[in-house]
């Protein structure tokens, strides 16, 4: 209950196109739901993030879906850039402020 | 400093010996966690603090793993006669207040153990 599952494992993206990855959950608990980006070596580093109660959030080119009675979500890269390329991990907020990860998918976007 | 900062970046150690990871979080942050991050994964939740106290310790695998963070802000993860399996990337990340209310972690770049 404790899992977020997350996929596409990898994806890659022509320049300018949409990437789109999922996440899926199971422990209606959760109460935040972040997205981190990684780059190779580096820590990561939050991108976006929603609460439960809407449905819909953008900021710039990156966009979180959330469906809270199918307790999955979406992150859309609108315009993909070869600078996106980096590792995405949707995460989840449990009981006691303990943040859950997803394994992470592995974008490639092609200049 | 401006960020969470991490030492060392890198460990290597033979098996069976004693290694600490120091963890410096931003100025400020009452909340630090302990991840671990092995290749090809998500980071992997581990010990988490509120101020000086381990809120949530969860997450250590057995009793070899043990972090204090004794004033509330410096925090050290050690780990007592390491295994090859221990070795992967431990990432540190701090918050404003346990993450009640913007839920950012800043996570450091993270101390690379390898043992051999």
């Known amino acids: 209950q404790q899992q977020v599952k997350q996929s596409p494992q990898s994806l890659i993206v022509q320049k300018g196109g949409i990437s789109i990855i999922n996440c899926a959950y199971e422990?209606?608990?959760?109460?935040?739901f972040p997205w981190y980006q990684q780059f190779p070596g580096k820590g990561p580093a939050l991108l976006i993030a929603?609460?439960?109660?809407?449905s819909e959030k953008k900021e710039g080119r990156f966009t979180i879906s959330f469906n809270k009675s199918a307790k999955q979500f979406s992150l859309h890269i609108m315009d993909s850039q070869p600078g996106d390329s980096a590792t995405y991990f949707c995460a989840a907020r449990g009981y006691g402020q303990n943040f859950v990860f997803g394994p992470g998918t592995r974008l490639s976007v092609l200049p | 400093g401006a960020g969470v900062s991490q030492t060392p970046s890198n460990k290597v150690t033979e098996k069976g010996k004693y290694v600490e990871l120091r963890c410096d979080p931003i100025?400020?942050?009452?909340?630090l966690y302990w991840y671990r991050q092995s290749l090809g994964q998500g980071p992997e939740f581990l010990i988490y603090?509120?101020?000086?106290?381990?809120?949530?310790d969860s997450g250590l695998p057995n009793d070899r793993f043990f972090a204090v963070r004794p004033e509330g802000s410096v925090s050290t993860l050690k780990i007592q006669r390491t295994e090859r399996g221990d070795s992967a990337v431990y990432l540190c990340?701090?918050?404003?207040?346990?993450?009640?209310?913007?839920?950012?972690?800043?996570f450091g770049e993270g101390s690379r153990l390898t043992v051999l």
């Open positions: 603090f509120q101020g000086t106290g381990a809120a949530d």
């Open positions: 100025s400020g942050h009452t909340a």
């Open positions: 990340a701090s918050s404003l207040s346990g993450g009640a209310n913007t839920g950012e972690l800043f």
């Open positions: 929603i609460r439960p109660d809407v």
């Open positions: 422990n209606t608990a959760f109460d935040y």
